[in-house]
């Protein structure tokens, strides 16, 4: 577990199928293929085919959808 | 699932937001707590739901966003209202059956008992009744645990009892006590004495002093096996006499019916009345009656039980058939057999322990009744058993056999 001085985002991942992140600050990009969110200290990119947003609230999101690769851009 | 019923009460609209920058929106709605799902991207913008209340106060930020929004569906419960609102029929039949399931729930509908042995179900049913449980109790104030310890405390018969609400239905589970066996008495000191007048066939002497002999005629009272024996050495103890004894005795009955007598008789003419019981409250819908003052009812209750559910509503029939008088004259035939018929009766409850060698019939008719008199010859066993010195003053101290220690010493 993180201490809580560092904002870092909580990823989970349910196989290639499901991305669920919290401490999200918006959401950058949004295509099928592409999803780029936007946390406190890094930009988190989803890379996959047919990527869908199945819930949005302020601060968490579930992207769904067959997902290839993840990048974290500092 | 829990999420999709909320959703459906909430309502919730599906839309279609175009513009330049749809993920501008996506944070705007986000920053203002406003909740989006099943979010498809299209060509130039996306499809995604939000709750009606949500969709109103959405749209001047959407303008700000360069987005244009446009509803593509709305779902839920409002919209359903909102559709239906000019049929106002069905929104109340609606809520009137919402209620009269939440109204229904709350009473008993069915009481199921299971366990009993002896004690009846129509008796449990009316103890049960008494303490407050019956098809169309009302739940809440329904008291499973003190029904039973009631019952258990007031009834002897009933050993342990559980009963369990579940949803409208209650189940009854009983456990009869178990009666401890009679003990037979074979210590106290006691006579056979003959309990009927007759003539002994058999005896069969198990404890004490046979004082009669087979052949003799005996009275009722009269000692059979004395409980008082002697000793070789002279002295006397007092025993627990016990014998079978056989005897042929004679019981007389007599049986009488009056030679013309008036009847109720069934006739054709009959009516039927209907009724619906809702939870034990019968309401009638057919009303119809006969003409004559005398009638016999008969009724049959339909209940459905779909799934093996007994619902509070059932469908009575009851069938009302006039009764008329008739005037019956009996002859001397139909007068002894129907006397005989008593007789079998009497004989078949009365005579039960006895083994009947003969009967004697005689019938008399006399000042308008006929009167059968049977006299019946029977083998028996007549024994019963008389306790000695049953009088607080008899004193018994010389008939009982001293102790090691009360005897003499050489």
């Known amino acids: 577990m993180l201490p809580p001085s560092v904002s870092a985002p909580c990823i989970e991942l349910s196989g290639n199928r499901e991305v669920l992140i919290e401490g999200s600050r918006g959401v950058l990009e949004y295509s099928p293929e592409t999803v780029r969110i936007n946390t406190a200290d890094m930009i988190l990119s989803v890379f996959g085919r047919g990527l869908d947003l199945r819930c949005i609230s302020e601060s968490a999101l579930i992207i769904d959808g067959f997902v290839t690769r993840l990048e974290f851009t500092v | 699932m829990l999420l999709s019923i909320l959703r459906f009460m909430r309502g919730y609209v599906r839309f279609e937001a175009s513009g330049k920058y749809p993920e501008r929106f996506l944070n705007i709605t986000a920053r203002h707590g406003v909740r989006l799902w099943a979010v498809e991207r299209v060509n130039g913008g996306f499809i995604g739901c939000m709750y009606r209340s949500d969709y109103r106060n959405i749209r001047p930020l959407a303008r700000g966003a360069g987005v244009v929004l446009r509803v593509m569906d709305k779902r839920g419960l409002p919209s359903f209202a909102f559709k239906w609102r000019g049929r106002p029929g069905i929104i109340l039949g609606g809520c009137a059956f919402v209620l009269t399931v939440f109204v229904m729930s709350m009473f008993i509908w069915s009481v199921d008992v299971v366990g009993l042995e002896k004690v009846s179900i129509s008796e449990m049913r009316g103890i049960l009744r008494e303490k407050g449980l019956y098809v169309g109790a009302f739940k809440p104030a329904l008291d499973a645990r003190r029904i039973a310890d009631e019952v258990m405390i007031d009834d002897p018969d009933i050993g342990w009892m559980a009963v369990n609400i579940e949803g409208s239905y209650a189940s009854v589970e009983v456990k009869e006590k178990a009666q401890p066996p009679e003990v037979n008495d074979i210590e106290t000191p006691c006579n056979v004495k003959a309990a009927r007048d007759g003539v002994i066939i058999s005896i069969e002497g198990y404890e004490g002093e046979i004082i009669t002999a087979e052949g003799s ?130 004989e078949a409850f009365c005579l039960s322990a006895c083994t009947v060698e003969s009967r004697d019939h005689s019938l008399t008719h006399k000042d308008g009744v006929y009167t059968l008199s049977v006299v019946y010859t029977c083998i028996e066993d007549i024994a019963y058993t008389d306790p000695i010195g049953t009088d607080e003053n008899t004193d018994l101290t010389k008939y009982v056999l001293p102790t090691e220690d009360e005897r003499p010493s050489p």
Do not use: W
């Open chain 2, 217 to 346: 005629g005996v009275i009722k009272g009269q000692l059979l096996v004395s409980g008082v024996v002697e000793d070789a050495d002279g002295s006397a103890r007092l025993v627990h006499a016990a014998a079978k004894v056989n005897a042929r005795t004679t019981h007389e009955a007599v049986f009488s019916v009056p030679d013309e007598y008036t009847v109720l008789v069934e006739t054709e003419e009959y009516t039927e009345r209907r009724y619906i019981d809702l939870a034990g409250l019968r309401i009638p819908y057919v009303f119809s009656s006969v003409g004559s003052p005398d009638s016999l009812s008969r009724e049959i209750t339909e209940a459905p039980a779909p799934l093996g559910v007994t619902l509070p509503l059932g469908k009575v029939r009851e069938r009302v058939t006039a009764l008329d008088e008739s005037s019956i004259t009996l002859d001397d035939n139909s007068a002894k057999e129907l006397l005989l018929c008593q007789s079998e009766l009497y």
